[in-house]
Every structure is written in C-alpha cells, then in structure tokens.
C-alpha cells in the first residue's frame, strides 16, 4: 500500500467517525481546502470545517456510520478515491429540527488530493438533498 493509501485511510476513518479536526489535522496541510457541490455544505471551504461538521452531525446522528465500498489510489494524479455509504437515523438532539427518527442510506465519494504525504485538498460529491429528504429535514 502507498503512503498517500494509508494516510487517506487513516484521515477517512477519523473525519468518518466524528474526531474533527483534532484527529485529522497530521493527515493534512493547514490550509487544506474542502469544496461540493452540495447544498448542506455551502460555505464550508476548508477540510478543519468540514471535519468539525462532520463531528457535529454525528451528535444527533449518533448511530451514524460508515460502509468502505472502494478505495483507489492515483498514484500519477497524487490522489485517493474513497467511494463509501453512510447510514445513520436522526435521533440526537440538535441539527436542523427536533429528532425525526427517519433514517438515511446514502452514496458518497471523497477525492483527497496529495502532496507530498499531506492532503491539501479534498472534495465530496454527495447528493446531500436525498439524505435531507431521507432523514426528514426537507
């Protein structure tokens, strides 16, 4: 396994499991950025911000978690694919509404982009507005 491979794993498993920047900053460069095309994520331009959103959400998607479907290393491009599904159910305080119960399934992607052995930029594509639908939130 590559060296950008393993440090992508390690970054996508602490942004996954809600460790915020805390746990992800070794694995990137402080000024890493974040973009998507994503209605739930605008405004957050930085990986540190969206690692924090990420350890907010699972305070009131407690259950929330992560299925690995692949992993690809682009060795040229210097990047790493993680193709995952997220599942959780809405049933922690806070978020945008009292706890619905409903529960989501859904794709995502991450494209980490490396240099060196530190991300300096990463983009999710999500179809943020069927987990919103899904989880009772739209």
Known sequence: ??????????????CETGGGWE???????PDATFAAQ???????TSL?????WMKGLLTFVPDGRYEVKSFATDEERRNVAAYGI????????GG???PTGKSTSIDYV???QFEGDRIVGMTKIWNDAQA????GWG
């Open 1 to 14: 396994m590559s060296d950008i491979a393993r440090v992508a794993k390690a970054f996508f498993d602490a």
């Open 110 to 112: 991450y494209v980490m």
């Open 48 to 52: 540190r911000d969206y690692t924090e």
């Open 23 to 29: 746990a992800c900053e070794r694995y990137c460069t």
């Open 86 to 93: 997220f599942r959780g159910t809405h049933t922690g305080e």
């Open 96 to 98: 945008p509404c009292p």
């Open 38 to 44: 994503a209605d739930a994520l605008a405004g957050i």
């Open 132 to 135: 919103v639908r899904e989880l």
